[in-house]
């Protein structure tokens, strides 16, 4: 049977994972895959995640299943971070626990293709790498709307706008909360009131992709697009994941949240989402959730958390100053300034395929094909090579 299988190309950005870790250059530089790193360019354990760790350790007494919404306490605690503490009990919203973002994702594209078979999402141009595979892979018809000007390197948001008023009423808009993968560039504070308006005006349903909260300005402004929409739209959708906001990557932390018009379609609404999660995985994975939801309810820990958050944010802000004061002078002539203001790990270095097989084959320097770069691979150690090695190729 397996014989009619054909091999297929791995995925762009975690090809990327092994192709630097078998790089035996001493000087290599990892830009790909989006996962925080120090300025030793480690991925550390958050102080607070290793405190929480523990205590789960010596006070977690059971690792009997859990229903497969996953842990109500943990659901509360997320759905608060992302919609606010007052929607705590709102009888409109589900959330449920999910292996990761993309968990969250999978999950509801599974409901709305129960909901509505022949329903369209409409996605940014460009989005993350995974969003068509995951997304279009789970049967949903996906529509493109202009985001990124490669001429300008800035948001075509005037050509959003026009895009997605023509999007017929009910058809669902996915849209990147804060930290957009892979541009960097969010609409803002004025704009995402606008896009709210027409969502509202147009009667769209809002997909939320939140995978970033905390890493633009704060936990409350990144989450502004749910903040804008949740008490005026009749249906939405939150794919929240703690991947990057507490460094929980491989141990898959996720909620989605379902927001519908009236507590008797949200009761429909989650029994359909658990037996979805039930045919596709049964129960959710607990320890990494466990851990946050500790970390959540622990005022201490708490705290050390949103400065661990408060300092990656800060350093990322600062890795973009660095590389583009670095470019000046290496690289003088080129402007690279839409790096300094964008958000969150990603920008597009406005580089071609060609320099950035480049840049790997030649200067051991690892960026997604597209030239997509992780600002958080930058370090005070490497900056100096870094840009000499862009400079080289331009
Ligand atoms: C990325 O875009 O690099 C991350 O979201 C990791 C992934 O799974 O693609």
């Known amino acids: 049977?397996?014989?009619?299988?054909?091999?297929?190309?791995?995925?762009?950005?975690?090809?990327?994972?092994?192709?630097?870790q078998q790089d035996t250059r001493a000087h290599k530089v990892d830009l790909g895959v989006g996962v925080y790193r120090d300025q030793h360019g480690r991925t550390p354990v958050l102080s607070s995640v290793k405190k929480a760790e523990r205590y789960l350790v010596e006070h977690q007494d059971t690792k009997a299943y859990l229903g497969s919404g996953?842990?109500?306490?943990?659901?509360?605690?997320?759905?608060?971070?992302?919609?606010?503490?007052?929607?705590?009990?709102?009888?409109?919203?589900?959330?449920?626990?999910?292996?990761?973002?993309?968990?969250?994702?999978?999950?509801?594209?599974?409901?709305?293709?129960?909901?509505r078979p022949d329903c369209r999402v409409w996605i940014s141009d460009p989005s993350w790498n995974n969003h068509v595979p995951l997304l279009g892979g789970a049967g949903l018809r996906l529509e493109k709307y202009p985001y990124y000007d490669a001429a300008?390197?800035?948001?075509?948001?005037?050509?959003?706008?026009?895009?997605?008023?023509?999007?017929?009423?009910?058809?669902?808009?996915?849209?990147h909360a804060c930290c957009h993968n892979p541009t960097g560039l969010d609409p803002s504070p004025e704009q995402?009131?606008?896009?709210?308006?027409?969502?509202?005006?147009?009667?769209?349903?809002?997909?939320?992709?939140?995978?970033?909260?905390?890493?633009a300005t704060g936990l409350d402004e990144d989450a502004l697009p749910v903040r804008l929409l949740e008490d005026r739209v009749p249906e939405m959708l939150v794919s929240s994941s703690c991947s990057k906001?507490?460094?929980?990557?491989?141990?898959?932390?996720?909620?989605?949240?379902?927001?519908?018009?009236?507590?008797?379609?949200?009761?429909?609404?989650?029994?359909?989402?658990?037996?979805?999660?039930r045919t596709m995985y049964s129960v959710p994975p607990?320890?990494?959730?466990?851990?946050?939801?500790?970390?959540?309810?622990?005022?201490?820990?708490?705290?050390?958390?949103?400065?661990?958050?408060?300092e990656m944010r800060g350093r990322l802000k600062a890795m973009r100053r660095l590389?583009?004061?670095?470019?000046?002078?290496?690289?003088?002539?080129?402007?690279?300034?839409?790096?300094?203001?964008?958000?969150?790990?990603?920008s597009f270095l406005g580089v071609s395929p060609e320099q950035v097989q480049?840049?790997?084959?030649?200067?051991?320097?690892?960026?997604?094909?597209?030239?997509?770069?992780?600002?958080?691979?930058i370090t005070p150690g490497n900056v100096e090579y870094l840009a000499k090695s862009i400079a080289a190729v331009l």
């Open 245 to 277: 906001n507490f460094g929980l990557y491989r141990d898959r932390v996720g909620v989605l949240s379902l927001l519908s018009a009236d507590a008797k379609t949200n009761t429909a609404v989650r029994s359909q989402a658990y037996q979805i999660v």
């Open 192 to 215: 995402w009131r606008q896009v709210a308006d027409l969502v509202v005006e147009r009667n769209l349903v809002p997909f939320v992709d939140i995978a970033y909260q905390g890493f």
């Open 323 to 346: 590389l583009v004061d670095a470019l000046g002078q290496h690289a003088p002539g080129h402007d690279f300034s839409h790096v300094i203001g964008a958000n969150g790990m990603f």
């Open 70 to 115: 996953g842990d109500p306490v943990f659901n509360d605690q997320m759905q608060r971070i992302t919609f606010g503490d007052a929607s705590s009990g709102n009888d409109r919203i589900t959330t449920l626990q999910t292996p990761g973002g993309s968990g969250s994702l999978r999950i509801a594209a599974g409901l709305l293709l129960r909901a």
């Open 1 to 20: 049977m397996f014989e009619s299988l054909d091999a297929l190309a791995a995925d762009a950005i975690l090809k990327l994972i092994a192709e630097h």
């Open 286 to 310: 607990d320890h990494g959730c466990a851990v946050v939801s500790h970390i959540l309810r622990d005022k201490a820990l708490r705290a050390e958390w949103i400065g661990e958050l408060a």
């Open 358 to 377: 480049r840049l790997k084959s030649d200067y051991a320097v690892y960026m997604v094909d597209s030239g997509r770069i992780n600002v958080a691979g």
């Open 152 to 175: 300008t390197r800035g948001l075509r948001f005037d050509d959003m706008m026009a895009k997605l008023a023509t999007v017929p009423a009910g058809d669902v808009v996915l849209m």
